[in-house]
């Protein structure tokens, strides 16, 4: 049984930082590509970041880009996302996915990803 549970989530203020984990079960987890989702209310599932199956790609997505960093650890069967100078709009659901296949490329919608965990709060006040 496939399982991703994340962890990490919860309340601070604009300028923070939080760390996000997600830990695997259930797969071959240094085979797939690892990814991070949100989902704020009322608006669609968006893409934050994925990271390849060997850690040495990453992309962003420009909201994120120079504050966000995600990593893996692949004798863990983890992955993390480290945010820092969090801002109110980054308040969402964030969701930890993954894909089965190595290539990053134009793979970040959610539909083209296998498996997704249930999901952690996080909410940046002003």
């Known amino acids: 049984q496939v399982q991703l549970v994340e962890s990490g989530g919860g309340l601070v203020q604009a300028g923070d930082s939080l760390r996000l984990s997600c830990a695997a079960s259930?797969?071959?987890?240094?085979?797939?590509?690892m990814a991070w989702f949100r989902q704020a209310p009322g608006k669609e599932r968006e893409f934050v970041t994925h990271i390849s199956p060997s850690g040495a790609s990453t992309n962003y997505a420009d909201s994120v880009k120079g504050r966000f960093t995600i990593s893996r650890d692949n004798a863990k069967n983890t992955v993390s996302l480290q945010m820092d100078s969090l801002k109110p709009e980054d308040t969402a659901v964030y969701y930890c996915a993954a894909r089965i296949g190595g290539s990053l490329l134009g793979i970040t919608t959610p539909r083209l990803y296998n498996y997704w965990g249930q999901g952690t709060q996080v909410t940046v006040s002003s």
């Open positions: 259930g797969l071959t987890f240094s085979s797939l590509v």
